[in-house]
């Protein structure tokens, strides 16, 4: 079972930027780069819902549409952190934004059931 912590989360206007750090630890049986990140969102109200994903070496990124050409994610292997890079936010963006591991060996897990291991989850608000 693989710890994650997200951090980087908090309260923005319109336009604005953030920058989500995601840290893997307890890898007692496997490593980092044996898993495909992902990250995922929470609206109150609403489903959690697949967001973006990165494979185990980050040479394959996907997003939802909604966030295609705003988000970015990027993963340092060495580090075990992966991170959510989101510009031009809109308050529809509004969200806890989970971190997100699975151990699947095809490409690309967009459904909940299909990570093993999620963190505990971090605020992001968009102001209007």
């Known amino acids: 079972q693989v710890q994650l912590a997200e951090s980087g989360g908090g309260l923005v206007q319109a336009g604005g930027s953030l920058r989500l750090s995601c840290y893997a630890s307890?890898?007692?049986?496997?490593?980092?780069?044996?898993?495909?990140m992902g990250w995922f969102r929470q609206a109150p109200g609403k489903e959690r819902e697949f967001v973006a994903a990165i494979s185990w070496h980050g040479g394959s990124t996907d997003f939802v549409d909604s966030v295609r050409g705003r988000f970015a994610i990027s993963r340092d292997n060495v580090k075990n952190t992966v991170w959510l890079h989101m510009d031009s936010l809109i308050p529809g963006d509004t969200a806890v934004y989970y971190c997100a591991a699975t151990k699947l060996n095809s490409w690309v897990p967009r459904q909940v059931s299909e990570y093993e291991d999620w963190g505990q989850g971090t605020q992001v608000t968009v102001s209007s």
């Open positions: 307890a890898l007692t049986f496997s490593t980092f780069d044996e898993h495909i």
